[in-house]
């Protein structure tokens, strides 16, 4: 049993009127933070073009912050390349 959680982004949606991300690292850890208490299951993140960034960023620092990633059992990655080879030519 899984269950689903959707993160919209402060300038999306019903957020428009906030201040938009411009640091990601600050917004991973806010989420780490945030979603500490929801998170008490398996869970999978799904993340497509910049929400691939944001889901591989807080899935590794939820593990190298010991915040419950040993729950993370998949991680789906669309619409940009893998995260982990960003940079790589």
Not at 81 to 89: D, V
């Amino acid at each position: 049993e899984y269950e689903f959680f959707l993160i919209i982004y402060p300038g999306r949606l019903h957020r428009m009127n906030e201040k938009l991300l411009t640091r990601i690292k600050e917004y991973i850890i806010e989420l780490n933070k945030g979603l500490l208490p929801y998170i008490n299951k398996p869970c999978i993140f799904i993340g497509h073009s910049i929400g691939s960034v944001i889901s591989f960023s807080l899935a590794r620092e939820m593990i190298e912050t010991e915040n419950k990633g040993y729950l993370i059992k998949l991680l789906v990655e669309m619409g940009r390349g893998p995260p982990h080879l960003q940079g790589l030519s």
